[in-house]
């Protein structure tokens, strides 16, 4: 089984819904971070937490909300969904004597 | 400001000739420096990582990078791609007691028969 989970892999929603990714992890990985990608930019920092009380926004926070549920989940909402929110999300884990990061799946996230 | 640059878009390359992808970065101290690779429909794999030591770094999949400090430079190789090589390349860089990473845009690899 896979160590980084994401759901859902793929999702079409329409404008203005709200709408939850969820991350999980079997890694035992302290730090989470959910990031997005889009084609020529590489991928941009969304959130990230390392543990379950410690929440920092990343790089591009706006329009995005999280959760971290537990140790091993981190939940990535969008709480009304526009169409430039068209992209591909992934989630990662890191543990905290390392900088190494280990991906999800990812989600494909498509806002009509 | 700190940034981490792939100048290359895209390359194409034959199977069985070499690679050379280039990743340059703009920081104030020696980061730590990774490249990931990421295949169709896929999350992104980590390839190699340089913290400290010797500046030529051997990887998965027979990929080695080599770090330059003089240039600001990691820069990734293999000398004999395979077909299935073909993906989309990050280089990743970290700094010390920050464990964020920024990545750059990414290079596409296509192999040709």
């Known amino acids: 089984d896979a160590d980084v989970t994401q759901t859902p892999r793929n999702r079409i929603t329409k404008t203005g819904k709200r709408i939850m990714l969820e991350c999980s992890q079997t890694k035992g990985h302290d730090r989470m971070y959910w990031y997005r990608q889009d084609p020529g930019l590489g991928l941009q920092l969304i959130y990230y937490s390392f543990d379950v009380k410690d929440i920092n926004k990343g790089e591009i926070s706006d329009g995005y909300s999280v959760s971290r549920q537990a140790q091993a989940k981190f939940s990535l909402s969008l709480e009304s969904a526009i169409p430039n929110q068209t992209a591909l999300y992934f989630c990662a884990t890191s543990d905290s004597q390392g900088y190494e990061q280990y991906f999800g799946p990812g989600t494909r996230l498509t806002v009509t | 400001a700190q940034s981490v640059t792939q100048p290359d878009i895209h390359i194409t390359v034959s199977e069985g000739a070499s690679l050379e992808l280039r990743c340059n970065y703009s920081y104030g101290a020696t980061p730590y420096l990774f490249w990931y690779v990421q295949s169709p429909g896929q999350g992104l794999q980590l390839l190699l990582k340089?913290?400290?030591?010797?500046?030529l770094v051997q990887g998965i999949k027979g990929f080695e990078a080599e770090f330059k400090r003089s240039q600001s430079s990691f820069n990734l190789r293999k000398p004999s791609v395979h077909w299935s090589d073909a993906a989309e390349y990050f280089c990743?860089?970290?700094?010390?007691?920050?464990?964020?990473?920024?990545f750059g845009a990414g290079t596409t690899v296509t192999v040709r028969a």
């Open positions: 340089y913290f400290s030591g010797d500046t």
């Open positions: 990743a860089v970290g700094l010390s007691n920050d464990y964020k990473l920024s």
